[in-house]
């Protein structure tokens, strides 16, 4: 029997579906406790992360959605590189599961335990299981195994979660792990490694607060550094304000070379009116004892009205001192930035890989950070 649509939408809001079929079993309370893309994807533009507009959350892109070819501003553009990728693992962990429910009906097993699959995809078959912990709190993992594989053992975990449920489908407070190196392991032509895991949570006004660990994670190798830290952020509603704070290895316009500079960037977007950025780098091109400084705003169309760059030395257990403008970095003047709240002095991220604290404001606290992907089922 059907119980919520069957079509499928990868979308902010995912629905998740069962189809009937001689396994079905009611499941409704189930797929309400899956995750969806929304409800943990990490986000700068939260008008691009509108429900119509789902896909631009798996992008990671904001109001223009263009690539990142150089031509907008260049601290949102780093960021956003990180999120796409982060964005890009959670969604492929995230559709297998869509599939499954949607492919047939739940086998249910001893214990307040329901199971999906197998189903075979491109490069492995897929199995989800979920498990009715308590009254509201549900657990569950992603297997896959070798397509053409018979073998039970040969499943491995490729991803694993939970959520105790809130009052909307999907949001509550939760977890979501995601096992790249098990997945490459059981099908070779994955492009990604390492692992992701992160915790989020959700008020009933649709506020959303995450943190993630990744642990030598990337996508790509062959195009985006793997990163081993925390990255954090929230948006609060109505008014879609958003913060995040990132960190990854790409290269600053006003280095000497294209060598890759370790740079960790702190976000603010406020929509219809712009954002900020401020960011630290060190490594690549900048000189053991030296790190850059940076801020930049930019307006409603991503334009960008004012930037700085400076150099200063690292002194241990101090703030950055004896600082000096790059040459050639610096565009317009502070007064230009789009609001008062983003016109403040220079305010760098720490520069702690595994800094997990909130970013100010933050509406809520998820739950810790798993520290491996380790299912609770």
């Known amino acids: 029997m059907m119980r919520i649509g069957k079509s499928m939408m990868l979308g902010a809001a995912l ?7 001689k396994d079905a079993v009611e499941d409704t309370e189930y797929v309400e ?6 409800g ?3 986000e700068i533009n939260s008008e691009a992360a509108a429900e119509e507009s789902a896909a631009m959350i798996a992008d990671g892109f904001g109001v223009n959605r263009q690539e990142l070819n150089g031509q907008g501003p260049e601290f949102l553009e780093g960021a956003r590189m990180q999120i796409k990728a982060l964005n890009s693992a959670l ?3 995230i559709t297998p599961i869509v599939e499954l429910v949607n492919a047939r009906g739940a086998e249910a097993q ?11 995809r491109t490069h492995a078959t897929f199995r989800f299981t979920i498990k009715k912990a308590t009254e509201r709190r549900f657990v569950w993992k992603l297997e896959a195994r070798p397509l053409g594989s018979t073998d ?4 491995k975990v490729v991803a694993a979660g939970g959520l105790t449920k809130g009052l909307v489908a999907h949001r509550g407070r939760g ?3 995601i096992n790249l190196d098990n997945l490459k392991a059981v099908a070779p032509s994955t492009t990604g490694q390492g692992k992701l895991m992160a915790s989020f949570a959700h008020t009933a006004g649709n506020d959303k607060t995450l943190a993630y660990r990744l642990v030598g994670f990337t996508p790509n190798l062959a195009n985006h550094e793997p990163v081993t830290g925390a990255f954090v952020g929230h948006r609060r509603q109505p008014s879609g304000a958003t913060r995040v704070r990132v960190f990854g290895q790409y290269n600053l316009r006003h280095t000497a070379t294209s060598e890759k500079e370790k740079v960790f960037a702190a976000i603010r977007f406020i929509p219809g009116i712009g954002g900020r950025a401020d960011v630290i780098a060190s490594g690549g091109d900048i000189a053991p004892d030296k790190v850059f400084i940076g801020s930049a705003c930019w307006d409603p169309q991503e334009q960008e009205t004012f930037r700085i760059l400076r150099q200063c030395t690292k002194v241990q257990g101090q703030p950055p001192s004896n600082c000096e403008i790059v040459p050639g970095s610096v565009v317009g003047t502070r007064e ?4 008062v709240e983003l016109r403040g002095e220079l305010a760098p991220p720490s520069g702690n890989p595994d800094d997990i604290s909130p970013e100010p404001d933050s509406p809520t606290e998820p739950e810790p950070v798993p520290g491996d992907v380790s299912p609770e089922l």
């Open 152 to 155: 039970e053992a040969a499943y």
């Open 110 to 120: 001893p214990g307040d335990v329901l199971v999906y699959g197998p189903v075979d």
């Open 91 to 93: 969604k492929e962990a």
């Open 175 to 177: 977890t979501i792990g």
């Open 15 to 21: 629905v998740l579906a069962a189809c009937g079929g």
């Open 336 to 339: 230009a930035c789009p609001a």
């Open 40 to 42: 943990v994807s990490l």
């Open 33 to 38: 406790a899956t995750p969806d893309l929304a």
